[in-house]
């Protein structure tokens, strides 16, 4: 019996643990589902959050592009405008559009249009402004444009008459006025885009015009001045195919087929050359044989300077106050033999002067530094002449005459 009932108190312990695990394991269990609950609500949070921030991403990246677009399309507005007038001009474009389509207006009713006066300003100032749009497509797109706007300036002229013969078939004070002020409206406009359009599409500077126009003149007064060549240049460029022959090449051929020599060199002014070389290789070798007897008078003079003065082994002096006959001789060698007639230094007569200065030379320095190239010195003169003094005063001393 009381094994049974021991049996009985352990199966209730056991029952009681058994709820108290359960009741563990529910509450765990309730713990975990929260748990995993707030951990998937964190989730969708975060991920709410996440597509908010991608959101608010997107939509700043697409209200930046739409704010670069936008700035882009005003760029794009302003340079189009400012391509076809700047910025200061615009103004006064519209003024003169709306004077001109209100002056047209106001013509065409006092002229007695009547309800067709609207159609007036819509012909002619739109046809000017057709014209002027469609030369200004052409002249962006680098299209011929020419005939466009020779039609355009034609256009405005009309205009800008009939404005100003509407308002002067008004009548009344200052009519004239009026008239001259609407028809400069009708092309002040149009006068500014052209300066504008033309300005913008210059291919060439002002410099790169004037050298155009210096090419211009040269060639025609080239074509003038050989009109042979330039005829022969004609003919070699249109024997040619169109572009395969340069122009100074066809001239250079012309040249040469017309003289026979190389450009710029005809058969006269050769022969000018030919007598003017050989005047130049006269008057070359005269200068040369002129130096050469230079060369040997002052080698002769420098050989006779050599030793005690010059002096030494000489004959004797003539009181004339000539050269020896030693010298004579040589000098005979040094000028007569080879250039025919004497130098002047030469034959002159000797100066009293010079021939007191030398003598004063004498008496001052020792007789081996009496020398020509001293006298030379002291006088001024060729060392021919000088010789001629030293032997002279020598000649003098050894007579015996001093002076």
Do not use: C
Request: proline share 3%.
């Amino acid at each position: 019996m009381s094994s049974w009932s021991e049996q009985r108190r352990l199966d209730k312990a056991a029952d009681r643990e058994q709820d108290r695990e359960d009741r563990r394991l529910a509450v765990e269990a309730r713990l975990e589902a929260e748990r995993l609950r707030a951990e998937e609500k964190r989730k969708d949070a975060e991920a709410e959050a996440k597509l908010k921030r991608q959101r608010a991403a997107e939509k700043a990246k697409s209200d930046l592009l739409r704010r670069q677009k936008r700035a882009e399309s005003r760029k794009r507005a302003i340079a189009t405008v400012t391509a076809h007038m700047p910025i200061s001009g615009i103004p006064v474009v519209v003024a003169s559009m709306a004077m001109a389509w209100g002056g047209q207006y106001e013509a065409a009713h006092a002229a007695g249009f009547g309800g067709y006066s609207a159609g007036v300003p819509a012909m002619l100032e739109g046809l000017t402004i057709t014209l002027a749009t469609l030369t200004s497509a052409a002249m962006g797109a680098k299209k011929p444009h020419a005939s466009l706007m020779t039609w355009t300036w034609a256009s405005a002229f009309v205009a800008a008459a009939l404005n100003g013969y509407g308002h002067l078939i008004e009548g009344g004070p200052g009519a004239v006025l009026k008239a001259i002020v609407f028809a400069v409206a009708s092309l002040v406009g149009v006068f500014l885009w052209w300066r504008v359009a033309t300005a913008h599409t210059a291919t060439r500077t002002r410099a790169q015009r004037a050298e155009d126009r210096r090419r211009a003149k040269h060639s025609k007064t080239r074509r003038n001045r050989f009109k042979d060549v330039a005829q022969r240049a004609d003919d070699i460029l249109l024997a040619h195919p169109y572009g395969t022959i340069a122009e100074e090449d066809a001239w250079r051929t012309a040249w040469m087929d017309e003289h026979a020599m190389d450009i710029s060199h005809t058969a006269a002014v050769t022969r000018k050359f030919q007598a003017a070389e050989s005047v130049a290789e006269s008057l070359s070798a005269v200068a040369l044989r002129r130096q050469f007897l230079d060369g040997v008078d002052g080698w002769l003079s420098e050989v006779l300077d050599e030793g005690d003065g010059g002096s030494a082994g000489l004959a004797p002096r003539k009181p004339s106050g000539g050269p020896s006959e030693g010298a004579t001789a040589l000098g005979g060698i040094g000028k007569r033999a080879l250039s025919g007639r004497p130098r002047k230094d030469a034959v002159e007569p000797l100066s009293g002067d010079d021939l007191k200065a030398a003598r004063k030379l004498a008496d001052a320095v020792p007789a081996d530094q009496f020398s020509t190239p001293a006298i030379a010195k002291l006088l001024g003169r060729s060392k021919v002449y000088a010789k001629r003094v030293r032997d002279a005063v020598q000649s003098e001393r050894s007579n015996g005459h001093h002076h």
